[in-house]
């Protein structure tokens, strides 16, 4: 990971892209749609046995997709990227999903319903 310098954030090497929603079936139709555009370019992996397979990584590129309900669970994580739900409370939003942005410009976020 870079480091930050003169306040700016300088992007990490690997690209990770968190998907927030509570919403399992919502998550799983992004998924769905990544799914056929990157084909047979793609891994599916689970962190943890009881976990959904909602992860998935490109292999070409390396960027890994993220599946992350915004609750306390999700604290921690960092993302170049972010799909974020329009359904998510301001109290989430700000506390929980905006922190994870942390390198995220205005065009690599991406909000949906």
């Known amino acids: 990971m870079k480091i930050k310098r003169e ?3 300088i992007k990490p090497e ?3 892209v ?3 929603t509570d ?3 919502k998550a799983k139709f992004i998924f769905d749609i990544l799914e056929l555009a990157y084909k047979n370019d793609i891994q599916f992996y689970r962190k943890h046995s009881y976990q959904p ?3 998935l990584r490109t292999v ?3 960027i890994d997709f993220i599946w992350l309900k915004p609750n306390d669970t999700a604290r921690g994580y960092r993302c170049s990227r972010a799909y ?3 359904n998510i409370d301001r ?3 700000t506390t929980i999903v905006a922190p994870s942005c942390i390198y995220c410009d205005k065009n690599d976020i991406v909000y949906f319903d």
Do not use: Q, T, V
């Open 7 to 9: 306040g700016i954030n």
């Open 14 to 16: 690997k690209i990770r």
């Open 18 to 20: 968190g998907i927030f």
């Open 23 to 25: 919403n399992y079936d």
């Open 53 to 55: 397979r909602l992860n």
């Open 60 to 62: 070409r590129d390396e």
């Open 84 to 86: 974020i739900d329009n």
């Open 91 to 93: 109290e989430a939003l």
